[in-house]
């Protein structure tokens, strides 16, 4: 047996790398694993046979799937993490008990089926063993199940709701498997890159004290500290540093991260980072080293290559997309026509402070009614626009507007020119304060991408956006606070600029965004490792010397120690497995994901607590809702 199972070990092993999601991976190189004598209810998985099986007898483990009874024959699919199997029971070949016992079996029933693998009549191309089907001797109910809520097959007729509450039931179904199967070989690859870069993995705790990175926190009262209470981190942004100080020199964590924020379809109260760390770097050399992660990560996972990465600065990324996470995935740059289109009487324009335009290049076809839509569409309060202008460049290279009345023919071919426009194209204009322009027109580009099919999920498009300013201004709070976190270093060259207040803002910092498809991969800078440059920091952003020490004393102190210059950054994983799985929702690729409300509808969290437990914490029972 022993034999038998390691030789067909190494058969899986040497596939084809597609082949594991159907069973065996390719056994990694130079790897080598002692055989470990186990006594198998089964002998191969329901992924795993082919018609270079047929003729061996056999025993599968699994659920059952689903039954088509014809009468006279029997289908049985048998279902395991590997793939699916057909077992046919036919009458007078089966034994009519056999027969029996099968038809009885109910969904997700959990099987052990000992027969023979034969040629299936007619074959199955859609699935890896379709060319085979078991003829059982024996069916053994290892299990009986309840009838599940909902299909467990690729396309189910269970709600969200109904899926989260019974999560373990939709984890058995193909599409979600294969998410966090994805997921899997993600986390295995950076681990591989990331070793071989000499990078130490290190654990940081979990019960920590706040670190401010611009969400809330999670706390937890400590019983043993009556009325103090641990955080749990953002990141470990601090311990990282810390882990250079001590000399660690090249640092990752797969870690989970805590933020206490309103959620969204993409966040998720505790989600994962790869957080990583190195010092003696350069800004370029963080760039060069996690730009070589990503394409790592592009080849194993997805067989792709990139050149490389190319780099954009905010400002530029600001001025051309209005965002600082564009998605590169098409070009649709934004033309400021604010002096091009003043001084011809047209209020909306003259009054506005910024006039911005693309070109929806080949859409002069929209109908009246289409273009009246897309007016609807950039007034939504979430877009927030006043009004849409369009010019279409007519076949003849004449432009036709919807405020010919205000321009001529002369002043509309220098809105073309401004475009470099073509016959068929479409300029969209919106006009109005900075911000708020410079956003309903990102918003509008990525609408026009998303409808002129230029958004395809399996078009990967990397981008480093760089020198992000070190501080932005809160009206609502008049005072600076860090783009980054305050542990971010301003640039050397930019220094000087935090002496004045009228030119702080414009201070730049070594931060940089990783950006995919329009969506913020992750993050880092360069940091502070001198003492009185973070304790200037901490000033600028309000905090006083006291409580700069109450709060973060422990990292000034380390920095007078021999901090060496360092830096990193962290990408959100859940993210980043989310965009390699081509969906947009990250709780699709994690395994017991919270509602939107921030509930584990499984587990029914969070709950309430009993008095006892709240009296031993120190918290007082009457302030605690039940
Ligand atoms: N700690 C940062 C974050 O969570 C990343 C970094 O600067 O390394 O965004």
């Not at 470990?36 to 329901?46: D, E």
């Not at 483990?61 to 793939?83: E, F, N, S, V």
């Not at 997921?183 to 870069?197: C, E, N, S, W």
């Not at 370029?284 to 990139?306: A, H, P, S, T, W």
Request: glycine fraction near 8%; charge should be negative.
């Amino acid at each position: 047996m022993l034999r038998a199972f390691s030789s067909r070990l190494c058969a899986v092993w040497g596939r084809e790398p597609e082949s594991w999601r159907y069973g065996g991976r390719p056994r990694p190189q130079g790897l080598t694993l002692p055989e470990i004598p186990i006594a198998m209810l089964r002998t191969h998985t329901c992924g795993e046979l082919r018609a270079e099986h047929i003729g061996q007898t056999v025993t599968l483990c699994g659920w059952m799937q689903r039954t088509r009874d014809k009468g006279a024959i029997l289908w049985i699919d048998l279902r395991d993490r590997y793939g699916l199997t057909q077992v046919t029971l036919e009458g007078g070949i089966e034994s009519d008990a056999l027969l029996e016992t099968a038809r009885q079996l109910g969904r997700e029933f959990v099987l052990q089926v000992t027969g023979k693998v034969t040629e299936r009549y007619s074959k199955n191309d859609k699935i890896p063993t379709g060319a085979i089907e078991i003829r059982p001797e024996k069916v053994e109910v290892l299990n009986p199940a309840k009838l599940p809520p909902f299909l467990i097959e690729d396309e189910t007729d269970g709600g969200d709701d109904l899926r989260m509450k019974y999560r373990y039931l939709d984890l058995r179904r193909t599409p979600v498997r294969n998410n966090l199967m994805l997921r899997h070989k993600m986390a295995q690859a950076v681990r591989r890159y990331l070793d071989g870069q000499e990078f130490i993995e290190v654990e940081t705790p979990v019960l920590i004290k706040s670190t401010p990175e611009g969400a809330r926190d999670f706390v937890v009262p400590s019983r043993m500290n009556p009325g103090e209470f641990y955080a749990l981190p953002q990141s470990p942004q601090t311990f990282k540093q810390l882990l250079m100080v001590s000399g660690f020199d090249r640092y990752f964590q797969i870690v989970k991260c805590f933020r206490d924020e309103d959620l969204r379809a993409d966040r998720q109260p505790e989600f994962t980072q790869i957080d990583c760390e190195m010092a003696f770097v350069t800004q370029e050399d963080i760039l060069d080293m996690f730009e070589g992660l990503v394409r790592y990560l592009f080849k194993e996972i997805k067989n792709l290559d990139f050149p490389s990465v190319p780099r954009m600065t905010y400002a530029d990324a600001m001025r051309d997309y209005g965002n600082d996470k564009p998605d590169t995935r098409f070009e649709m740059k934004f033309a400021n026509l604010t002096e091009t289109v003043k001084g011809q009487n047209f209020p909306v324009f003259d009054s506005a402070e910024l006039v911005l335009g693309i070109n929806a290049a080949t859409c002069a076809a929209y109908t009246r009614k289409q273009i009246d839509e897309l007016t609807e569409w950039v007034k939504r309060p979430q877009i927030g626009a006043t009004g849409l202008v369009y010019a279409r460049v007519e076949a003849d290279g004449s432009v036709k507007s919807s405020v010919d009345k205000f321009y001529s023919q002369d002043e509309l071919q220098k809105w073309r020119a401004a475009f470099d426009a073509n016959p068929g194209d479409l300029l969209l204009l919106l006009a109005g304060p900075e911000a708020k322009t410079r956003k309903a027109m990102s918003e509008l580009r990525l609408e026009m991408g998303r409808r002129l099919g230029l958004r395809d999920p399996n078009t990967f498009s990397p981008l480093w956006v760089i020198d992000f300013p070190l501080l932005e201004f809160s009206e609502e709070e008049g005072r600076h606070f860090a783009m980054h976190h305050p542990f971010t270093s301003p640039k050397p060259e930019d220094l000087a600029l935090l002496d004045n207040p009228a030119t702080i803002g414009q201070t730049r910092a070594n931060a940089y965004d990783l950006v995919i498809n329009g969506v913020e991969v992750g993050g880092g800078s360069i940091r502070i490792h001198d003492r009185a440059v973070q304790a200037r920091m901490f000033s600028l952003l309000g905090f006083t010397p006291e409580e700069a020490q109450a709060q973060f004393g422990f990292l000034l102190d380390a920095f007078e120690y021999g901090a060496p210059p360092h830096g990193g950054l962290a990408f959100g994983f859940d993210r980043l497995c989310s965009l390699f799985g081509g969906s947009d929702s990250i709780r699709d690729f994690i395994a017991f994901p919270k509602n939107n409300s921030g509930r584990d509808v499984m587990i029914d969290s969070p709950s309430p607590i009993a008095d006892a437990q709240l009296k031993e914490l120190s918290i007082a029972t009457a302030v605690v809702a039940k």
